[in-house]
């Protein structure tokens, strides 16, 4: 079975910065099939938000790539819930699409603002 996947924000601006290491593996496999990624609408505009921030400096193609890659491959799911477990509101978006979609993991590089696990989805 292909995993399911809610990807949080910073690994898409790492893999933003350069297409070398875990990150932008993650990514590739997305678009290898791997894996399912699954957004929500406030996912999805988060990335956008973020990934274009002029201060980021991040370069324009590999942003439009992207953004691009998690449009066109990921499952959009649409949240019924509010969650309110993480510290970091912003960050709850992820745990109610990852709830949403019944995925299996909820891949971030920001451990402290998000639980070992969510009804079943492992950190």
Do not use: W
């Not at 601006?13 to 406030?42: M, N, Q, W, Y």
């Not at 996912?43 to 274009?52: I, M």
């Not at 992207?66 to 499952?75: G, N, P, Q, R, S």
């Not at 019924?80 to 971030?108: H, I, M, Q, W």
């Amino acid at each position: 079975m292909i995993p399911r996947i809610v990807v949080d924000t910073n690994i898409f601006v790492s893999a933003a910065i350069t297409d070398r290491g875990i990150p932008a593996a993650i990514l590739d496999s997305v678009a290898a099939h791997r894996c399912v990624l699954c957004l929500s609408e406030a996912v999805l505009a988060e990335y956008g938000s973020v990934l274009r921030r002029p201060k980021l400096q991040l370069e324009t193609l590999r942003v439009e790539y992207l953004l691009k890659l998690a449009a066109e491959e990921a499952v959009l799911v649409t949240p019924t819930g509010t969650v309110t477990e993480s510290a970091d509101e912003p960050d709850n978006r992820f745990l109610e699409c990852a709830e949403a979609a019944k995925a299996d993991y909820l891949v971030t590089g920001n451990a402290r603002h998000f639980p070992q696990t969510h009804k079943g989805v492992v950190r």
